[in-house]
């Protein structure tokens, strides 16, 4: 490093100072006004008045309330990564995931053509009431014109969200029958589902996908297990895969389904908060059978309990890639203006005395770059790649080794599928093309999908055959994709039960997704291996 670059944040900090010294002498005495009494005064409140000052004497006009907001926001992320400021604009959609609902008129949508077109209407929801049906356009909403108008998503929700009871006008264009249909929705509370699905992978074992830990999620997961039990399920996989967390008390709820009474979960403290202890209870209804929870690099906070409690008592086995590394409690706060705080008030610590979080260095790009990181040293596809200290190291009850200091490490590593499948994939993947063709294919021809009484009926007899392909190859090269035939031939496999899995959710919302497009997963296909293999041992 040569001389300048050391001496250069010095040069650069004496040039800003002598060129604030030479802007008081060139301006003239201060000026006694109250912003400047009041810090002469000693009695102020310093960043509101420092705010206020600006306001007032800055050279051009300024935003207080932004400037406001962009120094708590600051304040905040100079303490930690997950400290943060949410402004009261941004509180009520930061919030719906956690409650489990929101109001509106309960639609999943698509923007088809500069179109809005409904792919499903919510069960339940004010529009599947009134008989909105998938593949319907909305055309019109209170009289104007919102189809051709370069639609955003954020307009549609500006348009059609609102407080539950209020009321909006729409007009639907319905494809299959040509008409066009006017329709005045009462908006009410949409429920917001955290256990994306559970179904059965094979004649013993059970699937559940958890999305994130939300108030509702617990019932939601009993709902479930119930579900899979009942039709013979013995051994269970929990998906936490890309689940950022969420409430600590859900996460508690749920671990607490697999570890025995009075064993401890989690422990949390922090400088203001002592040591709170949380054990589980005789309520569990599956702290018996095998269990394996799938984790990746995008599983953090309250994934991170659960996977850490049930890894330290020996009750399950977890697969995938380390885990995100967030070992912090955060507490929200809200503000008279309706904007909000959450403040970093504690640590979380796995039974074994494990705290996951992974290094800060007060360097807020580099640790939200970490994951990137990873794939960059290799630790994604190869398990050697992934260093801990000894002094990160935990033994279990049962002997197992774990660690702490940087996420959850898997008992089995699965790495991350990098195969490249081809360039046509790719081009076709980037630009939505597979997404946009399997909602056209099934908009034209919705009526002769009616034949399936059921998803199984569909699963077992529907195929993208060579002809469909055919046409999604041709459908590509329009859109201005390379259609080199190895490519082509390449990616064949993937596309077709891609475009198959994508006219199942449009039909079967996630109870049709999933098991299509698992057929691609090889860490779900891996614990399907691992789970029938321990069950040969055990005869």
């Known amino acids: 490093m040569n001389k300048y670059k050391i001496w250069q944040p010095f040069i650069i900090a004496a040039t800003l100072a002598i060129g604030i010294v030479i802007g008081i002498r060139l301006s003239g005495p201060y000026r006694n006004d109250t912003a400047l009494f009041n810090f002469r005064s000693g009695q102020f409140n310093k960043l509101n008045d420092v705010v206020n000052y600006i306001s007032q004497e800055y050279v051009d006009s300024v935003d207080s309330r932004k400037l406001m907001d962009d120094a708590i926001a600051e304040m905040l992320h100079s303490l930690d990564p997950h400290s943060s400021y949410i402004p009261s604009e941004?509180?009520?959609?930061?919030?719906?995931?956690?409650?489990?609902?929101?109001?509106?008129?309960?639609?999943?949508f698509h923007i088809q053509d500069d179109t809005i077109m409904v792919v499903t209407a919510i069960a339940g929801g004010p529009s599947e009431q009134l008989g909105i049906r998938a593949g319907d356009r909305i055309i019109r909403v209170e009289g104007k014109n919102v189809a051709h108008i370069d639609i955003t998503n954020s307009k549609v929700m500006q348009l059609l969200?609102?407080?539950?009871g209020t009321k909006v006008k729409v007009t639907i264009f319905r494809r299959?029958?040509?008409?066009?249909?006017?329709?005045?929705?009462?908006?009410?509370?949409?429920?917001?589902?955290?256990?994306?699905?559970?179904?059965?992978?094979?004649?013993?074992?059970?699937?559940?996908?958890?999305?994130?830990?939300?108030?509702?999620?617990?019932?939601?997961y009993l709902a479930a297990f119930k579900k899979l039990q009942?039709?013979?399920?013995?051994?269970?996989?929990?998906?936490?895969?890309?689940?950022?967390?969420?409430?600590?008390?859900?996460?508690?709820k749920i671990a607490d389904?697999?570890?025995p009474d009075e064993k401890l979960i989690v422990y949390t403290e922090g400088r203001s908060r002592p040591r709170d202890d949380y054990?589980?209870?005789?309520?569990?209804?599956?702290?018996?059978?095998?269990?394996?929870?799938?984790?990746?690099?995008?599983?953090?906070?309250?994934?991170?309990?659960?996977?850490?409690?049930?890894?330290?008592?020996?009750?399950?086995?977890?697969?995938?890639?380390?885990?995100?590394?967030?070992?912090?409690?955060?507490?929200?706060?809200?503000?008279?203006?309706?904007?909000?705080?959450r403040l970093t008030v504690a640590r979380y610590y796995t039974p074994t005395g494990r705290c996951i979080q992974k290094p800060y260095d007060g360097i807020y790009e580099d640790y939200e770059n970490e994951l990137l990181d990873r794939l960059k040293r290799g630790e994604l596809v190869n398990q050697d790649s992934i260093q801990f200290s000894d002094s990160l190291k935990f033994t279990t009850p049962g002997g197992r080794i774990v660690y702490g200091g940087g996420g959850i490490m898997p008992d089995l590593f699965v790495p991350l599928d990098t195969e490249t499948l081809s360039n046509f994939y790719s081009q076709?993947?980037?630009?939505?093309?597979?997404?946009?063709?399997?909602?056209d294919y099934l908009d034209q021809?919705?009526?002769?999908?009616?034949?399936?009484?059921?998803?199984?009926?569909?699963?077992?007899?529907?195929?993208?055959d060579q002809k469909l392909y055919n046409e999604f190859v041709v459908y590509a090269a329009k859109a201005g994709v390379d259609t080199d035939q190895s490519g082509v031939k390449t990616a064949q496999r993937y596309i077709v039960i891609q475009l198959k899995a994508m006219i199942a959710r449009q039909l079967w919302k996630n109870e049709g997704f999933y098991p299509v497009i698992h057929e691609l997963d090889p860490t779900l296909h891996k614990a399907l291996e691992e789970i029938e293999k321990s069950n040969v041992a055990s005869k």
């Open 90 to 108: 941004e509180l009520q959609a930061v919030n719906e995931p956690l409650e489990g609902n929101f109001e509106g008129i309960g639609v999943e």
């Open 161 to 164: 969200r609102g407080k539950g």
């Open 176 to 220: 299959s029958t040509n008409k066009t249909l006017e329709y005045t929705i009462t908006r009410g509370e949409i429920p917001l589902y955290s256990v994306d699905v559970g179904y059965m992978l094979s004649k013993e074992t059970g699937y559940i996908k958890i999305s994130h830990f939300a108030e509702n999620t617990y019932d939601e």
């Open 230 to 252: 009942a039709v013979g399920m013995k051994s269970l996989v929990l998906d936490l895969r890309g689940n950022p967390g969420g409430y600590l008390k859900t996460a508690i």
């Open 257 to 259: 389904e697999f570890i």
């Open 279 to 341: 054990f589980a209870t005789a309520n569990g209804l599956f702290e018996k059978g095998k269990l394996i929870v799938l984790i990746d690099e995008g599983s953090a906070s309250a994934s991170e309990i659960v996977s850490g409690a049930v890894q330290d008592w020996d009750r399950a086995t977890i697969m995938g890639r380390r885990s995100f590394g967030k070992g912090l409690v955060q507490e929200q706060s809200e503000l008279p203006d309706g904007s909000a705080i």
């Open 428 to 439: 076709a993947n980037s630009k939505g093309l597979i997404i946009q063709f399997a909602y």
């Open 445 to 464: 021809h919705r009526a002769s999908f009616e034949q399936y009484k059921d998803f199984l009926s569909f699963n077992k007899a529907f195929k993208v």
